[in-house]
């Protein structure tokens, strides 16, 4: 390996602890700081003063590293989320994730008549505003410390739907160039999630009880860890079969294994060993990468009429989603404080939109002035979306409107217990 590689990753992890250190300070989860710290490695500030810094984004090992980081912050995340809480809570999270795709998508079809966006551009313009990013939004609620509430478990659930659904969207659009392949396209997509889900139920149904006995027996957290890694990745390859991301089939892994595992000592090893290798290692390489990829000089450093478009699509980003919100959540009697708050969770892109967008630039859907739109979009709505949560948030908390469930302080006293 070269040790060019490693000085890379060094340098990484250290501005990415430092950035995150430095914003809890002024009160913001340490996510941000890391995002912070990808723009200022990226090519538009130290990486335009020493070009070899530009080559960490498109090293191989180090794009590994990350991919690896949020397969694991996924299922360590998994391991602290009840799977029974996420269900409970569809019933909101299902109108919210619905509303809040047809509602952006709406407005961004708007940019047809004042920008004369072709049918195929919008199209994925539409979809990268409309999804929230699941494994950012988990990790910012994880940071804030208010995983364990009801108002967590919407936002997941919601954040979950909405990525499953434009996934199938995504996937629909790259498979077809007929009606016939069209149809077929939805069904075998269609088909191959409702398949991946059977197995999730029948696993925890009936191979986590025998899973349990053998954990049981063991002494070493490392061996459970192994077992738990084995689990995930297992997960993880099924769902890129079907279709799904890799890390949404690595958090479905933990939620199942944490049903496992609940009151096992051996378990909470395995958190201690997962949260050292994600939070304090893996995971912020991936966050880094995500700021790498911000280019302001495509955006801003181009004519007026781009800066416009930006500004169109920034703000059909955040109000598509806060309204897409706001009604569902206020239809079953939110309060203001915490529908606010949801929305401003939901606005969240990460490397969903960066996926999306990356799909569309590589198949010559959208140029790299549309990408550069969307990318710039991706990460401000990112890092905005935790300060905006924790202020609707503290709000609700204050007015009443959020308060702790009799499970959630039993969840959290039981978490406690274990870790002590």
């Known amino acids: 390996m070269d040790i060019s590689i490693l000085v890379y990753v060094l340098l990484i992890i250290a501005v990415a602890k430092a950035m995150g250190e430095l914003v809890t300070r002024v009160n913001q989860p340490p996510v941000v700081g890391e995002l912070l710290a990808g723009i200022i490695l990226g090519p538009f500030v130290l990486g335009a003063i020493i070009n070899e810094l530009n080559t960490m984004y498109t090293d191989e090992f180090i794009q590994g590293l990350a991919d690896l980081g949020i397969l694991l912050l996924m299922l360590h995340i998994g391991l602290e989320f009840s799977p029974k809480r996420l269900i409970a809570s569809s019933k909101i999270g299902v109108p919210i994730a619905i509303a809040g795709i047809v509602v952006p998508m ?16 919008l199209l994925f ?20 410390e208010v995983l364990h509430t009801e108002t967590s478990s919407r936002i997941v659930s919601a954040a ?7 996934l199938l969207a995504i996937g629909i659009v790259l498979g077809t160039h007929s009606e016939t392949a069209q149809t077929n396209e939805v069904a075998y997509l269609a088909i ?20 349990y006995r053998v954990l049981r027996w063991m002494r070493t957290g490392e061996a459970a860890f192994a077992i738990a890694i084995g689990v995930a990745i297992g997960f993880a390859v099924f769902a890129r079969f079907v279709g799904l991301p890799d890390f949404m089939g690595a958090f479905i892994a933990g939620m199942i294994l944490r049903e496992t595992g ?4 051996v378990w909470t090893r395995v958190e201690d060993i997962l949260s050292g290798i994600t939070i304090g290692f893996l995971a912020p390489i991936f966050f880094v990468l995500m700021g790498f990829t911000v280019d302001f000089g495509a955006v801003f450093g181009s004519d007026i009429s781009v800066i416009f478009l930006f500004c169109f699509i920034f703000f059909v980003a955040i109000s598509g989603k806060i309204i897409g919100t706001l009604i569902p959540a206020r239809i079953a009697k ?19 939109a960066l996926v999306i967008s990356q799909v569309g630039f590589d198949n010559g859907t959208i140029d790299p002035t549309m990408f550069s739109i969307l990318v710039l979009t991706a990460f401000i709505l990112t890092a905005l979306s935790p300060i905006m949560f924790k202020r ?17 302080i039993d969840e959290t006293l039981r978490d406690n217990e274990i870790a002590s």
Do not use: W
């Open 106 to 121: 709406v407005f961004v079809y708007a940019g047809n008549y004042l920008f004369g966006l072709s049918g195929s551009v």
């Open 125 to 144: 313009v539409a979809l990268a505003v409309a999804v929230t990013a699941l494994p950012v939004t988990i990790k910012i609620l994880k940071d804030m």
């Open 160 to 166: 979950v739907i909405t990525d499953i659904a434009l």
């Open 192 to 211: 191959g999630y409702i398949i991946f889900f059977i197995l999730a139920f029948l696993v925890s149904r009936y191979i986590v009880p025998q899973l």
């Open 262 to 265: 609940t009151g096992l000592k």
């Open 334 to 352: 939110l309060g203001k404080n915490e529908s606010l708050a949801i929305g401003f969770m939901m606005i969240g892109k990460g490397e969903m």
């Open 392 to 408: 609707y948030f503290n709000r609700a908390v204050l007015a009443h409107e959020i308060v702790p469930t009799k499970e959630e």
